[in-house]
């Protein structure tokens, strides 16, 4: 009944094999078992045998058993080729669903850590294997995914095609990626015209490419793939928006202005609209702010460098600036006359309510109704400026506010 028993748990999808003994060795389970089958197949020509030549001992490694690592200490024979035009004299049998040729471990067992590295690779995946009982570092996890066989995908319909780093900056190769399962489906050495081409053309089928807007893969999609159409993906798209963004804002940095305080506002009493102040002072310049300050520091050093005789050209060369960064800075005798912009000091309808909205806004109430809830002027102000603007351009600049989780968005 016991025999039943085990041979039923560990070799329960396996024939041929007789389980002899079950032992506790220390933190191990040692199942002594034999192959029994009457012949075997030479895996040089598939011709069978039965003449034995030796026996010797395996010992593979099997899925734990209540905590403890369990080693297949078994008994294997190698039997004589029968073909005499075969390359192999002799071969070893294998246990079907069991053994692998050259393989440490069960079958079972190895189908276990091929699911554990594919889902937690290196690592993570030596720990989990630890914590199972089971023997494999993470090298061990990495050479399975490497041994595991290329996996057959069909020819996408639309296909992602993006550049990635071998080594940022200098080496780079190509995934491709099907957009409708979002899985890869190749990846490429290089990311130049020829190789994608040549992997369009060997894969007809694509319908749609969808690229960033470099020439290599445009052109590669009209040699490989003529009929295929041609979009730009999501992500490039919300890159170039940010891009384009960040040069504007960085372009007009001197025009925007600084809140009227850093700190969180005090409890707020009932409105009394008697005691909102005016805004700053319209015309003047930012008088704090990195690049105020960067654009004073390189004033101060240009006109430094003007005194002692040097040109444009010495002076742009040794502070590392452009030539006509210089030339602005050494045109105006002071850097407040670079620091006042076209919109710098606007005055605006809301600037006797700015104090009011400020603390509406740390209080988070970030919408125009909310703001303006408690005092009529406001309400109005607000109404009108939100026609044609945002709390953004009208002065207010969220990005320096300590905005609530919960709020909504600035813009109205
Ligand atoms: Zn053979």
Redesign the pocket.
């Given at each position: 009944m016991g025999d039943v028993f085990l041979a039923d748990l560990w070799c329960h999808q396996v024939e041929g094999v007789l389980i002899e003994d079950v032992l506790l060795d220390g933190e191990f389970v040692v199942v002594r078992a034999r192959a029994v089958a009457e012949w075997a197949g030479?895996?040089?020509?598939?011709?069978v045998s039965s003449r034995v030549h030796s026996r010797y001992v395996r010992r593979l490694a099997e899925s734990a058993a209540g905590g403890r690592r369990v080693v297949i200490e078994l008994r294997v024979r190698r039997f004589h080729?029968r073909?005499p035009e075969?390359?192999?004299t002799t071969?070893v049998e294998q246990v079907t669903g069991l053994t692998f040729r050259y393989g440490r471990r069960s079958v079972a067992l190895q189908a276990v850590l091929e699911k554990v590295a594919l889902m937690l690779a290196g690592r993570a995946g030596a720990r989990l294997a630890d914590v199972l009982a089971v023997a494999a570092s993470r090298s061990t996890l990495l050479r399975l995914i490497r041994a595991l066989p290329e996996p057959v995908t069909a020819t996408p319909r639309v296909l992602g095609v993006d550049e990635f780093a071998l080594r940022k900056g200098h080496v780079y190769a190509t995934v491709l990626v099907d957009i409708e399962t979002r899985r890869p489906v190749d990846l490429l050495p290089d990311r130049s015209v020829s190789t994608v081409a040549e992997w369009l053309t060997g894969h007809p089928g694509v319908e749609m490419i969808c690229r960033d807007r470099s020439f290599a893969y445009a052109e590669a999609g009209r040699i490989g793939a003529p009929d295929a159409v041609h979009v730009a993906d999501r992500w490039h798209i919300w890159k170039n928006l940010a891009e384009a963004v960040e040069k504007t804002v960085v372009r007009h940095r001197a025009l925007l202005r600084e809140p009227h305080f850093q700190t969180p506002a005090p409890v707020l009493e009932p409105l009394d609209t008697t005691r909102l102040q005016a805004g700053p002072s319209a015309g003047q310049p930012r008088r704090s702010g990195r690049h105020s300050d960067r654009i004073r520091e390189q004033h101060a050093a240009v006109h430094a460098l003007l005194d002692q005789g040097l040109g444009l050209r010495p002076i742009a060369r040794q502070l590392g600036l452009a030539r006509n960064t210089v030339r602005r800075l050494a045109r105006v005798a002071s850097a407040d006359d670079l620091l006042v912009g076209r919109w710098t000091g606007r005055t605006s309808i809301l600037d006797p309510y700015k104090p009011y909205l400020h603390h509406r806004w740390q209080e988070g109430c970030t919408t125009a109704a909310a703001c303006s809830k408690n005092s009529a002027n406001a309400a109005t102000a607000v109404a009108r400026a939100s026609s044609n603007a945002t709390f953004g351009n009208c002065g207010m600049r969220s990005r320096t506010m300590t905005r609530p989780a919960r709020s909504r968005p600035c813009g109205m």
């Amino acid at each position: 009944m016991g025999d039943v028993f085990l041979a039923d748990l560990w070799c329960h999808q396996v024939e041929g094999v007789l389980i002899e003994d079950v032992l506790l060795d220390g933190e191990f389970v040692v199942v002594r078992a034999r192959a029994v089958a009457e012949w075997a197949g030479c895996p040089g020509c598939g011709v069978v045998s039965s003449r034995v030549h030796s026996r010797y001992v395996r010992r593979l490694a099997e899925s734990a058993a209540g905590g403890r690592r369990v080693v297949i200490e078994l008994r294997v024979r190698r039997f004589h080729c029968r073909e005499p035009e075969c390359a192999r004299t002799t071969f070893v049998e294998q246990v079907t669903g069991l053994t692998f040729r050259y393989g440490r471990r069960s079958v079972a067992l190895q189908a276990v850590l091929e699911k554990v590295a594919l889902m937690l690779a290196g690592r993570a995946g030596a720990r989990l294997a630890d914590v199972l009982a089971v023997a494999a570092s993470r090298s061990t996890l990495l050479r399975l995914i490497r041994a595991l066989p290329e996996p057959v995908t069909a020819t996408p319909r639309v296909l992602g095609v993006d550049e990635f780093a071998l080594r940022k900056g200098h080496v780079y190769a190509t995934v491709l990626v099907d957009i409708e399962t979002r899985r890869p489906v190749d990846l490429l050495p290089d990311r130049s015209v020829s190789t994608v081409a040549e992997w369009l053309t060997g894969h007809p089928g694509v319908e749609m490419i969808c690229r960033d807007r470099s020439f290599a893969y445009a052109e590669a999609g009209r040699i490989g793939a003529p009929d295929a159409v041609h979009v730009a993906d999501r992500w490039h798209i919300w890159k170039n928006l940010a891009e384009a963004v960040e040069k504007t804002v960085v372009r007009h940095r001197a025009l925007l202005r600084e809140p009227h305080f850093q700190t969180p506002a005090p409890v707020l009493e009932p409105l009394d609209t008697t005691r909102l102040q005016a805004g700053p002072s319209a015309g003047q310049p930012r008088r704090s702010g990195r690049h105020s300050d960067r654009i004073r520091e390189q004033h101060a050093a240009v006109h430094a460098l003007l005194d002692q005789g040097l040109g444009l050209r010495p002076i742009a060369r040794q502070l590392g600036l452009a030539r006509n960064t210089v030339r602005r800075l050494a045109r105006v005798a002071s850097a407040d006359d670079l620091l006042v912009g076209r919109w710098t000091g606007r005055t605006s309808i809301l600037d006797p309510y700015k104090p009011y909205l400020h603390h509406r806004w740390q209080e988070g109430c970030t919408t125009a109704a909310a703001c303006s809830k408690n005092s009529a002027n406001a309400a109005t102000a607000v109404a009108r400026a939100s026609s044609n603007a945002t709390f953004g351009n009208c002065g207010m600049r969220s990005r320096t506010m300590t905005r609530p989780a919960r709020s909504r968005p600035c813009g109205m």
